[in-house]
C-alpha cells in the first residue's frame, strides 16, 4: 500500500498554505508601507507627485524591462520551489534594507535641492527605488512560487479556498501597512515601517526554510509512488522539471486563452493597485479627512479588511459552486460603479468615503479569489511557473505605467492649491475616471474569457472539489 502523501493530509498542508503566505504577507507589508505616506513625503522630503509616481512604477524596472520575472518562472519550473523562493525572500530582504538606506540616510530633496541625477529625480528618491526594484523582483518572484506551492500541495481538494486565503492573509499586511505606517513613521521617523519591514522579511526567509524541509518530504513521497497522477503534482519530479523546454514558453504565448487571462490581469489590478497607492491622498483632498487624524488612515485600508473577510468566502463558494466567469464579471461591474462614484462630484462626506471603499473590497475580494485558481485549470502544471511568471510580467507593465501617468497627471492638470502642510492639494477627477476606464476593459476580457471556456471546456465554469 502506498504511503499517504502529507499534502493529503489537511492539517500539514494548511502549514504549508500559512508559512508560504507569511512570506507574501510581510511582502505586502513593504510594498504598500509608502502608500499613505504621499503627503508626508511631499510636505517634509520635498517629493512631488511626479517622484511618487516615478517610485512606485519602479517596481517594475527589473521585472518588466530586464525579463527577470520571465527568468525567474523558467527557474522555477526547472529548479523548484525550494532553491525559487529562498532566493526570493533573500532578494526581498536586500531590497528592503537598500530602501531603508535610501530615505533614512541619504539626503531629500529639502536638504539637498540641487542634486538631480536621473530624468530630473532626487538622487534619494532614485535610490530608493533601486531598493523598490530589487525588492519588487524577489517579491514577484515569490509570488509565483506560492501559487505553484498551493497548485501543488492543494490539488484535488480546496484549491480555490487555499488561493482565497493566502490573498486575504496578503491583504493583513496591507492593511497593516495601511493604517499602521503613518503612526509609526510619525512616532519615530518617516524610515521605521521600512526598518519594521526589514525585520519581518527576515523572520519570513526562516519561515520559507522550513517549508523547505516540508515540502523535500513531499517530494520523496512523490518519487516513491507508483501513481502517475499523483507524480503529476511534484514540482520537482524528473516528469515535472525535465519536461519542460523552451518550446513551452512558445505553446503559452501562442495560447488565445493565456492571452485573455494574462490582459485581464493587466487591465484588473491596473485600476485597484495603483489607485491604492493615491487613496489616502484621495481621502485627504476630496473628503475633507484630517492628516492628524488616523481615521485618514483606517478609510483607505477598508479595502484590505473586507478583502482579509471576503476573499475566503468567495473563494469556498467558487470550490463549492463554480460560475468563475460570473464572478470576474460581477466584480469588475461593481468596481466600474465604484471608480465612477469616486470620480463623480457628489456626495464629498467622509460616511460616503467608507461606504464606497467597503464596497471596492467587495469587488477586490471577489475576483482575486477566482481568477488565480483559474490559472491552474488552463495551464499544465508543467509550464505553470512559466505561465504564471508571464502573466505577472504582463501584470507589472500596468504596475508600472500606471502610477508614472497618475503622478503626471495630478502634477499637471490635477493641482488645486496649497495644503497647510505646503503640499499640493489635488482634483482627483481625472484619475478617478482612468481607473474607472480600465475597469470597463476588464468587463469586456472576463466575457471573452467566458466564451473561451465554453468553446474549450477548461472547467472554469465547474466547482473545484
Not at 513593504?30 to 517596481?59: E, K, V
Not at 525550494?82 to 525572500?89: E, K, L
Request: charged letters at 10%.
Amino acid at each position: 500500500m502506498a504511503e499517504r502523501l502529507i499534502s493529503d493530509n489537511r492539517g500539514s498542508r494548511w502549514a504549508v498554505l500559512l508559512i508560504v503566505s507569511l512570506t507574501m504577507l510581510f511582502g505586502y507589508f513593504l510594498n504598500d508601507a509608502m502608500a499613505p505616506l504621499m503627503t508626508a513625503l511631499q510636505s517634509q522630503y520635498g517629493w512631488t507627485a511626479g517622484d511618487y509616481g516615478f517610485f512606485n512604477s519602479s517596481y517594475s524596472w527589473l521585472n518588466v524591462f530586464c525579463l527577470m520575472l520571465i527568468f525567474g518562472g523558467i527557474i522555477l519550473d526547472k529548479m523548484g520551489p525550494r532553491f525559487t523562493g529562498t532566493i526570493a525572500c533573500a532578494l526581498m530582504v536586500i531590497g528592503a534594507f537598500i530602501k531603508y538606506i535610501a530615505v533614512q540616510y541619504v539626503p531629500s530633496p529639502v536638504a539637498d535641492p540641487g542634486h538631480l541625477v536621473f530624468l530630473g529625480h532626487h538622487h534619494q528618491v532614485v535610490i530608493a527605488c533601486i531598493g523598490f526594484a530589487v525588492f519588487a523582483m524577489g517579491y514577484e518572484m515569490c509570488g509565483i512560487t506560492v501559487s505553484k506551492v498551493i497548485a501543488k500541495w492543494f490539488t484535488g481538494h480546496e484549491m480555490a479556498l487555499a488561493m482565497g486565503t493566502q490573498v486575504a492573509l496578503c491583504r493583513v499586511g496591507s492593511f497593516a501597512a495601511m493604517f499602521f505606517s503613518p503612526m509609526i513613521a510619525k512616532r519615530w521617523q518617516m524610515s521605521s515601517p521600512l526598518l519594521l519591514s526589514c525585520v519581518l522579511l527576515c523572520v519570513a526567509l526562516l519561515a520559507y526554510l522550513v517549508f523547505n524541509v516540508m515540502d523535500k518530504k513531499l517530494d520523496r513521497q512523490l518519487a516513491a509512488s507508483d501513481n502517475p497522477i499523483v507524480n503529476s503534482k511534484s514540482s520537482n519530479s524528473k516528469s515535472d522539471d525535465d519536461g519542460f523546454k523552451l518550446s513551452d514558453l512558445k505553446a503559452i504565448l501562442t495560447s488565445r486563452s493565456f492571452w485573455l487571462i494574462a490582459l485581464f490581469c493587466l487591465i484588473f489590478y491596473s485600476s485597484v493597485k495603483p489607485f491604492n497607492k493615491f487613496s489616502t491622498s484621495l481621502m485627504l483632498n476630496k473628503y475633507g479627512f484630517s492628516d492628524d487624524s488616523a481615521f485618514v488612515n483606517f478609510v483607505p485600508s477598508l479595502l484590505h479588511l473586507c478583502s482579509l473577510c471576503l476573499t475566503p468566502l468567495f473563494g469556498w463558494l467558487y470550490d463549492k459552486k463554480g460560475h468563475g466567469t460570473r464572478f470576474l464579471i460581477i466584480g469588475c461591474a461593481i468596481l466600474i460603479a465604484d471608480m465612477l462614484l469616486f470620480a463623480l462630484p457628489v456626495l464629498p462626506t467622509q460616511g460616503f468615503a467608507i461606504v464606497l471603499m467597503v464596497v471596492l473590497g467587495v469587488a477586490y475580494s471577489m475576483v482575486p479569489a477566482v481568477f488565480w485558481p483559474i490559472i491552474p485549470k488552463v495551464i499544465p502544471h508543467r509550464r505553470l511557473g512559466t505561465g504564471y511568471s508571464v502573466i505577472f510580467w504582463i501584470q507589472n507593465i500596468g504596475l508600472s505605467y500606471v502610477p508614472l501617468l497618475i503622478g503626471i497627471v495630478l502634477d499637471r492638470w490635477c493641482i488645486t492649491g496649497t495644503s497647510p502642510s505646503g503640499a499640493p492639494t489635488y482634483n482627483y477627477t481625472l484619475p478617478m475616471c482612468i481607473f474607472a476606464c480600465l475597469a470597463l476593459a476588464s468587463v469586456f476580457i472576463a466575457t471573452l474569457i467566458r466564451k473561451d471556456d465554453r468553446k474549450n471546456h477548461y472547467g472554469i465554469e465547474e466547482p473545484n472539489i
